[in-house]
């Protein structure tokens, strides 16, 4: 599977836009990518995954580059209970197919 | 969404002694699912691939003798560390894809934090 880079951390005020953003320039072309979160310890949460077209639901919108090298994640009105790690991953589908982590982008969100 | 299980959500064991983890899919089935080792403020590494009605795949530096995994249905898997020692204290959690919808995501249960004394 593709490798991701992301920053380490971010800050973020509360109300306003945060947006993540990801590298994986070695995806290839059936690889989807994937956002999860994780608040501290606790599980890993779904956010959202796309392939090629931009996506969005009730809890961000996910931008992907025309040619797939990179992305962002938008979470229009940040609060506090978004502090989390913040995972990008890119990975086939299948039910078999394994999500590998990277090291995330911690992200504080502030008043 | 869907739900994925664990139990227990923390234990205490003293070494030597070997602990059971389950994870169950509650509302759907799973024949593949993934179990994940976390230690403090480190990302998951992934453990094993459990599936259905035969052998887990581990990665590579996983002793599969140590943690031994079963998945005997296709809404539950187990794992058992064997012979826990203090470096096995780790948060353990696992996640699932339904069976159905192999483009889905994949769904985490909320972790399993083992203290070995």
């Known amino acids: 599977d593709a490798k991701t880079t992301q920053p380490p951390s971010m800050d973020c005020a509360e109300g306003r836009a945060a947006n993540l953003p990801c590298n994986h320039s070695t995806i290839s072309g059936n690889e989807y990518v994937y956002w999860y979160r994780q608040i501290h310890s606790q599980g890993p949460q779904y956010i959202i995954h796309?392939?090629?077209n931009n996506e969005t639901n009730e809890m961000a919108s996910l931008i992907i580059t025309e040619d797939r090298k990179s992305s962002t994640l938008i979470l229009p009105h940040a609060t506090l209970r978004d502090t989390a790690v913040y995972y990008c991953?890119?990975?086939?589908?299948?039910?078999?197919?394994?999500?590998?982590f990277g090291t995330g982008t911690r992200l504080q969100v502030t008043l | 969404g869907a739900v994925v299980s664990q139990h227990p959500s923390r234990v205490i064991c003293k070494s030597g002694t070997s602990v059971k983890i389950e994870c169950r899919s509650l509302d759907f089935q799973a024949t593949t699912m993934f179990w994940y080792r976390q230690f403090p403020k480190k990302s998951l590494m992934l453990m094993a691939t459990s599936n259905e009605g035969s052998k887990a795949t581990y990665e590579q530096g996983v002793e599969k003798d140590k943690f031994l995994i079963n998945h005997a249905s296709l809404t539950l898997s187990t794992l058992t560390v064997t012979s826990a020692h203090p470096e096995d204290s780790s948060f353990y959690i696992c996640s699932a894809r339904e069976a159905r919808n192999p483009t889905g995501e994949l769904f985490f249960g909320e972790g399993s934090r083992l203290t070995v004394l």
């Open positions: 991953i890119v990975a086939h589908t299948g039910t078999a197919s394994k999500l590998t």
């Open positions: 796309g392939l090629k």
